[in-house]
């Protein structure tokens, strides 16, 4: 099976073919899945080495002429280090474009904190009307590349992983995907966290939700997830597990957003604040964090008082 960032390149080099307003922009990480694309589009393949906040400028740039910016190097630095120019070139200007990053929370430990963003999303959730994609396969993130590509003029922000799960799921953008009915609670899993959420909740009474556009958030299905549950017996409430794999607590305020009506309990599973200093393997990582499959299920039953 290809990794998710090279769907991304033989996605978009096809597409590149198919859409003459479509220009990637690249900060030298990338380059080499680009390379037969940028022979045959060299006005429309751009590497401006190691800048990123030149690689968002030109992207605001093409935007603003009509073209549709697709943008890529690794979380870290296409979020974190440039993020004034995302909402100066991008929210400011008033254009959208389609940011595309790699590495993630964890996904080369041995690069060490300067290769990891789990703040991402949060950061990203400071700017107004982004869409968050955040595929766990790389079926997945074909499928919602294309979408973000067609998208008109808006923003999107495309989170790849090497984290991924074992089998594509039959997703739609925008929505949440039931996966299994429980009336012990509802636990949302985001991307690439939904098999060690499926092996967690094994035998468990749970409802399983999952996600793979975050923003907007599916307000309406998480509500009717929690009022089945609570209705069907299990829950003396509505109770909501987010796993998510990034920082932990970032979409805990979208979920009590809706469900700010009833009674309710969420509880926000992710990446800690706290540094985790020798880095070791993605697997590793996980368990560092409580995010592997045992763990998972301590918390998760722990919270919904099943276990």
Known sequence: MDTMRERFASTVSRLLDDDPRLAVVLAEIGKDGFADAQLAHPDRVINVGIREQLLVGVGGGLALTGMRPVLHTFASFLVERPFEQLKLDFGHQGVGGVLVSAAGSYDWPAGGLTHMAPGDV???????????????????????????????DDSVYVRLSAHTNAA???????????????????VVAVGPMLDGVLAAVEGLD?????????????????????GASAVGGGAAAADVVLVEPYLAGTSTAAANDALADVPH????????????RRYGTIEEHLAGQGLDAVSLRE???????LT
Not at 299 to 305: D, E, Q, T
């Open 122 to 152: 949060a950061l990203m959730d400071t700017l107004d009307g982004w869409t968050v994609h955040v595929p766990g396969h790389p079926d997945e993130a074909e499928a919602l590349l294309r979408d973000a590509a067609g998208a008109g």
């Open 168 to 186: 594509p799921r039959a997703i739609a953008p925008g929505r949440f995907l039931t996966v299994r009915k429980g009336r012990g609670g509802v």
């Open 206 to 226: 749970v409802t399983v939700l999952y996600a793979t556009t975050v923003r907007p958030f599916d307000g309406r299905a998480l509500r009717a997830a929690a």
């Open 265 to 276: 309990r969420v509880l926000g599973l992710g990446i800690a604040r706290r540094e985790l």
């Open 299 to 305: 918390r998760i039953g722990g919270f919904l008082r």
